[in-house]
């Protein structure tokens, strides 16, 4: 595996190359709509076909496990771990605390019946010829084993941050921190599979997708939940996991079987996926077109290149308004976590950001996880505080004051203010 903290250059290489090949029409756009590609081309550009119109959808509820509401805050068909509840668990996020976000519902599928199907001119085969593979539950977990922890994080956790800490209108869910979790995923490289597939030296994308519902938007049927991959990151650290800390996936994780990108914006983890497209051809989707792009004053008009990495965060396993009595010894704890690296580094204020003192760390610093950090505090005259923690990662990244916002609200990575009252 590649060494820790390094931005790989191939990912702005592949991008970059992308977008050529878009432009002389050898990529694949569908479901992005004619305007989204006219935007995105600046140009005339072929037309891509709109999509069916959207299918019935089975009613209940979009997620199946229990969420008391002193674990999870309700945020639609989502579900956002509360920070409190991390408090006392360990490095891992137990399952049944972990956040969920789901485009539609979770679907109950059947691991006997289920199938991961490859295709695409990506995958070697004879000139001319459709060449799907198939693998079975079983053909993964006769595949060789591997192990690792990561966290999965949406792009827009943290989003509600940038109204209420920058005065900035964005769309989308107003998560405040808890739609992360860490989790030991047990799986198969993607790599193996792919490789195993008969992959083409010309390929360059890959897409899995997911087997819940399609997804509208603004009236819109985007079709089933997928996104394109680099080549490249496929075949460094993704996953097919059919585990989750021990346990077989959770349906509301992914069951039977997820993509486990590490380090990535969490859409790039597709859940219950389905198939693969494997493509010698840049590959577009609404997920890395419309969505996952960063567009605003600050980003050129058709977006930056599709979202990779996380930024860098940290939470405080309290609730918001949390209550401490004047003048006895607390020990405040807190995770962080970067996508660029582990987070070597953490400093806390407790007096709105005036001074800061280092925490303590409880975790050897590792890439696409998070650190533990303690820091001892005795609140002093009764009144509100803020507490704050600012993390840097072994890439020499630091949280700064503000961020940059953009109009989807993605990748929040400034300092938290985290009100508490002392009493
Ligand atoms: N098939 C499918 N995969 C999906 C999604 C989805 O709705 N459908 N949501 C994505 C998003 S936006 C995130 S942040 C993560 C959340 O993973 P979790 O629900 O296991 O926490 O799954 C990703 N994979
Ligand atoms: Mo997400």
């Known amino acids: 595996m590649r060494a820790v903290g390094s931005v790989t250059p191939h990912e702005t290489a592949y991008d970059r190359r992308r977008l050529r090949q878009w432009l002389a029409g050898q990529a ?98 004879a000139p001319g010829e459709d060449r799907p593979v198939e693998f079975g539950y079983d053909d993964l977990r006769a595949l060789p084993a591997v192990t690792r922890t990561a966290f999965v994080e949406c792009a827009g956790n943290g989003r509600s941050y940038y109204t209420t800490q920058q005065g900035e209108t964005v769309n989308g869910t107003p998560w405040t921190l808890g739609a992360v979790g860490v989790a030991r995923w047990r799986g198969v490289r993607l790599a193996d599979v792919l490789r195993r597939a008969g992959l083409s ?130 020990v405040l ?4 976590w970067s996508g660029a690296g582990g987070v070597a580094r953490v400093e806390v204020s407790t007096d709105g950001g005036t001074t800061w003192r280092p925490a303590r760390l409880h975790d050897r610093p590792r890439a696409g996880t998070w650190t533990r950090w303690s820091l001892p505090w005795t609140p002093a005259a009764p009144g509100p505080a803020q507490l704050l923690a600012r993390a840097t990662d072994t890439a020499g990244r630091t949280q700064p004051d503000t961020a940059v916002p953009n109009t989807e609200g993605y990748l929040f990575g400034a300092v938290v203010r985290h009100p508490v009252t002392v009493l």
Do not use: C
């Not at 989750?244 to 959770?250: C, D, R, T």
């Not at 994780?253 to 497209?277: A, F, M, N, Q, T």
């Not at 704890?333 to 962080?336: A, E, F, L, V």
């Open 201 to 330: 030296s010309h390929a360059v994308d890959v897409q899995p997708r997911g087997l819940d519902a399609e997804y509208v938007s603004g009236g819109e049927n985007l079709g089933r939940v997928r996104r394109p991959l680099p080549l490249g990151k496929a075949l460094e650290d993704v996953l097919l996991a059919y585990e989750m800390n021990g346990e077989p996936l959770p349906y509301d994780h992914g069951y039977p079987v997820r993509v486990l990108v590490p380090s990535w914006v969490g859409i790039s983890s597709v859940k219950w996926v389905g198939d693969i497209e494997v493509s010698a051809h840049p590959l577009f989707s609404p997920w890395n077109t419309t969505f996952y792009r960063l567009f605003g004053s600050a980003y050129p008009k058709e977006g930056t290149a599709p979202l990779t990495r996380q930024t860098v965060k940290s939470a405080f396993e309290l609730a918001s308004g949390a209550t401490f009595p004047a003048g006895r010894r607390q």
């Open 28 to 125: 694949r756009a569908e479901g992005v709509t004619r305007r989204r590609l006219l935007t995105l081309l600046a140009a005339t550009a072929g037309g891509t076909a709109l999509s069916a119109a959207a299918p019935a959808h089975a009613a209940g509820p979009s997620i199946l496990k229990p969420l008391p509401p002193e674990w999870f805050i309700p945020r639609g068909t989502n579900a956002e771990t509360r920070w409190e509840a991390l408090s006392g668990t360990g490095h891992h996020t137990p399952n049944e605390l972990f956040f969920v976000r789901n485009h539609t519902a979770t679907p109950v599928l059947d691991a006997a019946a289920w199938r991961l199907r490859l295709w695409g001119d990506g995958l070697r085969g």
């Open 333 to 336: 704890r807190g995770r962080s």
